[in-house]
């Protein structure tokens, strides 16, 4: 069931400021075109990380698409998120090559060291963990990608201490 | 020096396994001492198992070295470049003398993959050079009418490499046979399969052999529109695609009157996905073009009819069209000349898993299971026992050890339970448990159904349940024949594939691993050592120190003794997290 996927907005207190102008040059391009409402909305995670409340409303009123419809999409595909994301998102892959090849301890020991469940961030807004079906490297499996980074034939410890890299880049 | 090649192999995986600092480093090599030698970029060359791959041609021909890091590529351009001494050890193939990888490739035939790993993805000239819409031409050229086109492409055989394994010429008949002002051909790049890139592969390396057989395809059913639906998890296919794209429009290759066949005018755009497997069935893919959430509708209208925005639509996958071009050149009895009498041709098989030599290779349809996991990919790593292959992922099946010697064309696949899938061969040894294998893809499976038929929604979730409730010893002696009834009322009712195969992994596995099944629900024991609740911890008393790291960390405090005395594991407390397993330095764990 798709909807074991869901997981639905968390209002925050200090809900960030959305600059919604950022959409303007996307709805134009997309506005009525047949078959917008999918690249309407990638275009709308690609800025903002994920898609806001304030990004649907804007949407629907300017590209006549109805709200109900755009709801219906974003929970449909697993691309789509309706919560910020962290400043870096790792993907474990967890597709059957790299679960004959213990992927699981994989994400066991990020789940310890960053403290967060699979598809939750971190307190500090710095990580993302999600798990994904294949990434297309499955001959260096388990894989894990992080941003735009490909990380093959890992243990547990290896994954760690590759974001313990990052958050010492981090901290300087 | 200035007609030494060295060509870096970049596709996904070779950039993971540090292609790019490669290619950077040879690159600043070069640039300070001024050196002559051409340095060009290719794609995935097959041997993904010795990545990071630099080939170096020169006058004597051509050296493929593997597993090259930054400080070897420095050595590779000393000696083979600056000395002209090849580094002999380091080769992993040539045709100068023997390597140890000389069987991965020499039975291989690459049709498909003909320019994998041969040319730069991303320049239109070198996949011209090597007989690159040299098809199209020919037809625009020679006049060669649509039906004649279709007519080869039924003589050689070739059958879909999606799955279904359906006559491409006979669908492009059906699609060629409905009238209508706007027609559409689909490529079918989503690749759901989780652990399988053979179309990823394809798409990096020869994007241009794509395009060529979907402009094939359009001649022939009159398209005018085509869409590649690549999966978003791709990002580097989908970067070559566009590039490859705009080049063939360049060169008149897409457009109006194409090659200046009247009438012809056709166009590629991409749509990308967004992360949904059932999006790979047609009319979910349909749906999912259209914008709308992608779940599958009743067949008839069959897409040939009414597709995409209604008109008549022809989905192919990446390898089929990837094979279109060379059909046509070549000839569809030359096509037809390898393979088994209903399965021609050659199909691409991405080996994953437990084997020693993982990569793509393409081989004869016909060769034995056997062969291709013990020949070509060198059998099981760390020489483990050979256990089972999964073939045809989620709508598949495991294939067991005693039935290697099974050839592989789609029936005899079939008649195993598996099917031939898309190509994906995940190879499993004996510590593979078959039961969290099946419940790995029902997993899978429950998560990705559209939810519209209730037996795919709620049939594969009791099915997980079950699955679940063996690995954790709570199985009851019942189960298996539960499993068995709901898997074939799920296959009896379910709309689309995904729901229709989706227990064809419980199916198998049950079929040959039975005893497997036996020993978790009777002796709750798992004989791999996978089930974690299945599993007695136990200190063994010879090797432990008494550094007491188990008991620091174990999470119920079930370890009892002293610093520097053996330890002490009280079972009734025990959770089996496996934690003092990890932790223990001495390796005075044991799992039974
Ligand atoms: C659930 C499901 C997932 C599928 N996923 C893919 C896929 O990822 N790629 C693909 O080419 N075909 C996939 N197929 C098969 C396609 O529906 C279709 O048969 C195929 O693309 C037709 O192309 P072909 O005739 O060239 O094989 C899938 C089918 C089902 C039922
Ligand atoms: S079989 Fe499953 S995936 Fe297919 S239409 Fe029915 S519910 Fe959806
Ligand atoms: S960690 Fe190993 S060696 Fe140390 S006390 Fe536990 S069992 Fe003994
Ligand atoms: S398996 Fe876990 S619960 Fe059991 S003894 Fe070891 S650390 Fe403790
Ligand atoms: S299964 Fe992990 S990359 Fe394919
Ligand atoms: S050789 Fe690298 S992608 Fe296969």
């Known amino acids: 069931m798709r909807i074991a996927r869901i997981s639905g907005e968390k209002i925050t207190k200090e809900q960030e400021q959305v600059d919604v102008n950022l959409l303007d040059s996307l ?38 698409i109805e709200l109900s419809d755009m709801y219906g999409v974003v929970t449909f595909y697993a691309q789509f998120r309706l919560n910020p994301v962290g400043k870096h998102i790792i993907k474990v892959c967890h597709g059957t090559a790299c679960h004959v090849q213990n992927a699981n301890a994989i994400t066991d020991a990020l789940k310890e060291l960053l403290k967060i469940n699979d598809g939750e961030t971190t307190e500090d807004g710095m990580f993302t963990l999600e798990s994904v079906a294949c990434l297309g490297c499955c001959s260096l499996a388990p894989v894990m990608m992080i941003d735009n980074d490909t990380h093959g034939k890992l243990t547990g410890g290896q994954a760690v201490k590759i974001i313990k890299n990052i958050k010492i880049k981090e901290s300087n | 020096m200035e007609n030494i090649k060295v060509i870096v192999g970049l596709g996904s995986c070779g950039i993971a ?19 002559k030698f051409e340095l060009k970029k290719t794609s995935c060359i097959g041997m993904c198992y010795r990545e990071p791959l630099v080939e170096i041609v020169d006058d004597n021909g051509s050296y493929l070295y593997g597993d090259i890091n930054e400080k070897k590529a420095a050595e590779l351009i000393e000696k083979h470049i600056l000395e002209n001494e090849p580094i002999k050890s380091y080769v992993v193939q040539t045709d100068l003398f023997e390597t140890p990888d000389k069987d991965f490739i020499e039975d291989q035939v690459k049709i498909t993959l003909r320019n994998c790993g041969y040319i730069d993805p991303e320049k239109i000239e070198e996949y011209e050079v090597r007989g690159g819409y040299r098809a199209i031409r020919k037809i625009a050229g020679q ?14 055989g070739l059958r879909g490499r999606g799955g279904g394994g359906f006559p491409t010429g006979l669908k492009w008949k059906f699609a060629n046979n409905n009238k209508a002002d706007e027609k559409y051909i689909i490529c079918n790049a989503d690749e759901g399969d989780p652990g399988a890139f053979m179309d990823r592969s394809v798409l990096e390396g020869d994007p241009h ?16 529109g085509g869409v ?41 755009y991409i749509k990308e996905g967004a992360g949904a497997f059932v999006c790979g069935e047609e009319t979910a893919l349909i749906a999912s073009v259209e914008g709308e959430r992608g779940m599958p509708r009743k067949r008839p209208p069959f897409p040939a009819e009414s597709g995409l925005w209604q008109k008549p639509t022809n989905i192919n996958n990446v390898e089929t069209l990837a094979n279109i071009p060379w059909i046509l050149l070549h000839g569809s009895e030359e096509y037809a000349k390898y393979g088994t009498e209903k399965s021609k041709g050659t199909k ?40 089972a292959v999964q073939m045809g992922g989620p709508s598949g099946g495991c294939i067991p050890a005693y039935l290697a010697d099974t050839i592989i064309d789609y029936d005899s696949v079939n008649a195993t339970g598996a099917i031939m899938g898309s190509g994906g061969m995940v190879v499993m040894d004996e510590t593979t448990c078959m039961i ?40 009851e002696e019942s189960d298996i024949e539960k499993l068995e009834e709901l898997s074939y009322q799920i296959k009896d009712s379910s709309l689309c594939g995904l729901g229709q195969t989706a227990p064809n992994p419980v199916l198998t596995t049950i079929k040959y691993f039975r005893e497997e099944y036996e020993a978790h629900i009777r002796d709750k024991k798992c ?61 005075a764990i044991k799992i039974y």
């Open chain 2, 436 to 475: 969290d294998v099946a419940k790995f893809f029902l997993d899978f499976t429950q998560k990705e159904s559209c939810g519209k038929c209730t037996f795919c929604r709620t049939g594969t979730k009791r099915m997980l349940e079950i699955l679940t409730r063996i690995t954790e010893g709570k199985g």
């Open chain 1, 27 to 64: 709805i134009e391009k997309y506005k009525d075109k047949k078959g917008n409402l999918i690249p309407l909305l990638q275009g709308t995670q690609d800025i903002f990380g994920y898609i806001p409340r304030e990004a649907f409303e804007k949407i629907s009123s300017e590209a006549g």
């Open chain 2, 228 to 268: 590649i639906y690549c999966r978003a998890e791709y990002p580097l296919a989908i970067k070559r695609l566009n590039i490859a794209i705009e080049q063939a429009r360049e060169n008149g290759y897409l457009g109006k009157n194409i090659l200046g066949i009247d009438g012809f005018n056709f166009d590629i």
């Open chain 2, 209 to 224: 052999a794509v395009l060529e057989g979907m402009i094939i395809g359009a001649y022939a059913i009159e398209a005018t």
């Open chain 2, 348 to 387: 691409v098989f991405a080996l994953a898993g437990k084997i020693k030599r993982s990569g793509l290779v393409e081989v004869p349809m016909g060769m034995s299971i056997r062969d291709v996991i013990f020949k070509l990919g060198g059998g099981i790593q760390n020489d483990k026992k050979f256990k």
């Open chain 2, 17 to 35: 396994a540090g292609a790019n600092k490669v290619f950077e480093k040879i690159k600043a090599l070069k640039e300070a001492d001024n050196l």
């Open chain 2, 143 to 156: 006049r060669i009418s649509r039906l004649d086109v279709i007519q080869t492409v039924i003589n050689s």
């Open chain 2, 527 to 587: 004989p791999a050592k996978v089930c974690k609740q299945l599993l007695t911890y136990e200190v063994d008393p010879e090797k432990c120190t008494g550094c007491t790291v188990c008991a620091k960390n174990c999470p119920t405090d079930a370890i009892d003794g002293a610093k520097k005395e053996v330890h002490f594991i009280r079972q009734d407390d025990c959770i089996k997290c496996g934690t003092c397993y990890t932790k223990c330095k001495f390796d």
